[in-house]
């Protein structure tokens, strides 16, 4: 047994017992203590049986729109809200979302119908320097920190982001600064003291985890526990990339001090970043393999999940799920239970292209056009047939940069979403419960890398009166879809359609046309053969949730 002891700047002590560190060494074949056996990565790899993406997640290639769906198999249970999140980078949140020390009342309108989403803070890379000292307490009295803009005073600090979690009813994620501050790295010491001394901020202000019981979300006026923390942010990646061993043993010595906090806190290790690029090498930027295996190895008996970073449509969406499958196999065989971890995707969005010539800025607003808003969901339904996909934020809550849910027409100081904003309300307006077993045929008229125009979800309320067909439509064109449910042949039902959809995937909300695509909806029949078939349509380039109540 081990024990550790963590001195914090209020001289604070505090011991932990856990059982013995795992010994990882930086190479595909690391020597890994599991069960008390000496074995290596490659041998636990090859003796481990792989874990597949469900079958509900792949389309068949065919001539038209075939959605068949079992009634009698549920995939999923109860798919969550959670997949519904977003990510914060604090400053460029500050920077267009808060006003007269509040966050502005049409951004906590136009969240609150994505109750039970999670909401990531301080960001992404913002993370990696973050001083939440310097973003609590007082407003008046907190001095600026560094950001990539400049040095600035977070008026949009910790405490206001828990009390902006309350307000829109959403669950809070954290994501603790492993590294230090900028320009002055820190010693496990400081890194355990600072985290160790952040927890406890949140434990006298909210509680422990276990406080908020089962509630699903927080709300204000009660108690809003931060449950889920994350280790750091891609720091595998970029200027000053870490190895998979420093990664590791900070994230421990770090994970461990806070459990000894509280028990109760899940932490969330994360997978190797961008794992398709071609710039990974063997060494100081490991490969996916060696990291994602060392991270397993070493926390694998500390973390509760996994985070996941795909970035879609430079990669195709079907190949974004190949390296989340990968890595989950990366990391079980160094498992301590054996199954398949929780994967957290705490950042998500289409990628938008570098032009070779000119700037990159002018194709910033494919992340956030038709085309962006078709992508988006296309992966968000394929995550919610993905039972270990626990929850996914969209990156990013924030006026600067590709990824702007909410754009600031700053002449007017005006803000307007962005089409994947309406595409999330439409495929809210379908998250009614199960997720049944579907198997889905569809043409590729779009010529789409991933090889299909269409991709569908049919869930069911657990009192079996609500059901929902969930869709996108990559095509240029209305596609007449068939869809087969057994279990209405000879039936008429009605339902209500919301969908978003244009007759261009480069159309968007600009500050002069900040409605150019909306949410929108209309009433609709169908009529279901003696074979249980139904023809429906779906417009070009859309997305749709189709409720039904038969």
Request: aromatic share 12%; with cysteine.
């Amino acid at each position: 047994m081990q024990t550790v002891t963590v001195r914090t700047r209020r001289g604070i002590k505090s011991g932990l017992t856990a059982t013995a560190t795992r010994s990882v060494r930086t190479s595909a074949s690391a020597l890994i203590l599991w069960g008390g056996l000496h074995v290596s990565a490659d041998a636990a790899e090859q003796t481990a049986s792989q874990w597949k993406l469900p079958r509900a997640v792949q389309i068949q290639r065919s001539q038209e729109v075939l959605i068949e769906v079992d009634p009698n198999s549920v995939i999923r249970s109860a798919v969550p809200a959670a997949l519904f999140g977003f990510n914060i980078p604090w400053m460029n949140f500050q920077r267009g979302y808060w006003r007269e020390n509040q966050v502005r009342p049409e951004v906590i309108a136009w969240l609150k119908p994505f109750s039970g989403a999670v909401y990531r803070y301080p960001g992404g890379e913002w993370s990696n320097w973050f001083e939440w000292e310097k973003a609590a307490g007082p407003g008046s009295s907190r001095p600026e920190q560094y950001t990539t803009f400049g040095s600035t005073k977070a008026e949009f600090g910790f405490d206001e982001f828990l009390d902006f979690v309350k307000a829109v009813n959403g669950v809070p994620l954290v994501t603790v600064n492993l590294k230090g501050t900028k320009g002055a790295p820190w010693s496990d010491q400081q890194a355990v003291e600072s985290n160790v001394e952040w927890l406890q901020h949140s434990v006298q202000r909210e509680g422990r985890a276990v406080a908020r019981g089962n509630a699903q979300f927080c709300q204000t006026g009660t108690k809003c526990p931060v449950e889920w923390w994350e280790l750091g942010n891609e720091l595998d990646w970029g200027k000053g990339a870490w190895t998979h061993t420093e990664y590791v043993n900070r994230a421990r010595e770090v994970g461990l001090a806070m459990k000894n906090i509280d028990p109760a806190i899940k932490l969330i290790a994360h997978t190797t970043s961008s794992p398709w690029s071609t710039k990974r090498v063997i060494g100081e930027k490991p490969k996916a393999r060696d990291f994602d295996s060392a991270v397993g190895a070493g926390l694998g008996d500390l973390a509760y999940g996994y985070a996941y970073h795909p970035y879609y449509d430079g990669i195709s969406i079907p190949a974004a799920n190949h390296y989340m499958e990968r890595a989950i196999n990366y990391l079980r065989p160094t498992a301590s239970t054996g199954k398949p971890p929780p994967i957290f995707v705490t950042e998500h969005g289409r990628w938008p292209n570098q032009p070779k010539f000119g700037k990159w800025e002018t194709t910033w607003i494919k992340t956030g056009n038709l085309g962006g808003a078709v992508s988006t969901a296309d992966f968000l339904l394929s995550q919610m047939v993905i039972p270990d996909v626990r929850a996914a934020m969209w990156h990013s809550l924030g006026a600067r940069g590709p990824w702007q849910l909410f754009y600031l027409d700053a002449a007017a100081d005006a803000l307007y979403p962005n089409v994947v904003y309406w595409a999330l309300r439409v495929l809210r307006e379908g998250l009614i419960g199960d997720a049944l077993k579907v198997s889905v045929s569809s043409p590729n008229t779009s010529g789409y890398r991933g090889g299909y125009d269409v991709r569908a979800v049919f869930m069911r309320d657990s009192t079996h009166t609500r059901y929902s067909l969930l869709t996108i439509n990559r095509a240029e064109k209305e596609q007449k879809a068939r869809l087969l449910f057994p279990e209405w042949a000879g039936r008429k039902v009605k339902g209500q359609q919301y969908y978003v959809s244009g007759d261009s995937d480069a159309l968007a909300n600009t500050k002069e046309r900040k409605n150019a695509v909306t949410m929108r909806s209309r009433a609709v029949g169908l009529r279901f053969d003696d074979a249980g078939q139904a023809e429906i349509s779906l417009p070009a380039f859309s997305v749709s949730s189709i409720v039904i109540t038969p």
